[in-house]
C-alpha cells in the first residue's frame, strides 16, 4: 500500500457561553460554531457520553468529573485506590461497556504504582451509581512495570465482545520487539477482562496472551471504522514519524527497529531505516511530529459532508486534523483551529452527531463544535 504523507464532592458551575458568541469556522465541506460547555478541568484526558446526555471526563490529576449538558460538574468518587499521578500518566482513559445502560460498568485506564517508584498502565472496571463508582475490579495489570513517567498510552476502546487497551513503550523502546512484556503492545481481552481463545499468541510460551499487536511506541488515539471491524489507532514517534494504522491482529508495527522519525536533539537514525520484511507500514505519518491525540470516525449524523472520516487532535501545534479515508486509505488532510483553542487532547462525536473536544491544560474545556446550515 503506498503510503501518504503530510509534511463526590463539591459541585462546581460552569456555564456554556450564548450562541452569539459562539465563533464561526468554515473548513472545506463545512461551515461551524464552536462554543466552551464547560471550563476549568485540569488536564482533561478523555471523554464518554453517558445515555442520560452528561458526560464523564477524567483528569489526569486523579479525578472523574461527571458534566452536564449545561456544564454543571460534579466529582465521582470511588477510584482505584492504587492510581498515581506521574509524568505523563495519571487517570487516562474511559469507556463504556457495550451493555451500560443495563450494567451501569465502565472501564477505567490509569496508571497503577508499584514498588520503588514503578508504575504501569491498569484497567479496572467499575459500577457508576449516580455520583459514586462501586465494585472496581482489577482487570489488567501491566507487567512488568517501570520507573519514569513516559508512554503509558492509555486509550480504551470497548467493542460488542471485546475490550482493546492502547499502551506505550514507557521510554523501553527495545522492549517493544519483545512479547514477553506488554511494552508497546495493543492488549485484547474478552469484556469481562478474561483473554480470548483467538488471541494470537496464547498458543506461544514466549509471548502474552493478551496481546493483540507489538511494536507500538505511544498509542495515543483509537477508534473503530464505520464498518464495525477496522481498528484504527495512531501512535506518537519521536521527532517525526507519527503514525496512523489499521490493525490486523498478531501484527508487528516496527518500532523501533523501523520509523519514519529521528532521535531527540541529535536528528540520528533509529532502527534500521523505514522498511523491513514482516513489519507493518503506517497509511498515513507526519514528519514533522504533530503529537496526535484522542481521535473519532465519524457517523456523519450532523457533519454530514465528513461521514466515514477520522478526526484527531493535535497536542503540539493545536490542530483539529480531519483525514479523507476512503477504502481504507488516506486520500487528504485538513487542518483546523490554527491552535487559537490550545493543545487539544481528545475528539468525540457526540450521539446527537455534535464534535466534543478537549483542551489540555490546567485550565481545560469541553468545546462543542456544531455545523451551520
Sequence with gaps: MKIVTFIAGAILSTFAPLAANA???????????IDSVAQGLNHPWSLVFLPDGDMLVSERNGALKRVSSEGVMTNIEGLPENLVYRGQGGLLGLALAPDFELSKRLYIAYSEDGDFRKSGTAVSSAILNGNKLSHVTLLFSQKPKLAGGRH????????????FIALGDRGNRDKAQQNDSHIGTLIRLNLDGSVPADNPFVSDS??????????????QGMTLDNDGKTLWTHEHGP??????????????????????GVNYGTGSKIGSG????GMEQPVHYWVPS??????????GAKFDQWKGDILLGSLKFGLLVRLDIENSRVMGEERLLDGNYGRIRDVVESPDGDIYLLTDSSNGEILRLSPKH
Excluded at 23 to 33: N, P, Q, R, V, Y
Excluded at 274 to 277: G, N
Excluded at 290 to 299: N, Q, R, V
Design 274 to 277: 523505514t522498511e523491513q520484511a
Design 152 to 163: 503509558y498510552g492509555g486509550r480504551l476502546l470497548a467493542t460488542d465482545e471485546h475490550l
Design 290 to 299: 504533530i503529537a496526535p491525540s484522542g481521535m473519532d470516525m465519524l457517523s
Design 23 to 33: 465563533d464561526t469556522i468554515t473548513s472545506e465541506k463545512h461551515t461551524f460554531t
Design 206 to 219: 514466549n509471548s502474552f496472551p493478551e496481546i493483540y499487536s507489538y511494536g507500538h511506541r505511544n498509542i
Design 239 to 260: 521527532q517525526g514519524g507519527d503514525e496512523l494504522n489499521p490493525i490486523t491482529k498478531g501484527s508487528n508495527y516496527g518500532w523501533p527497529t523501523i520509523t519514519y
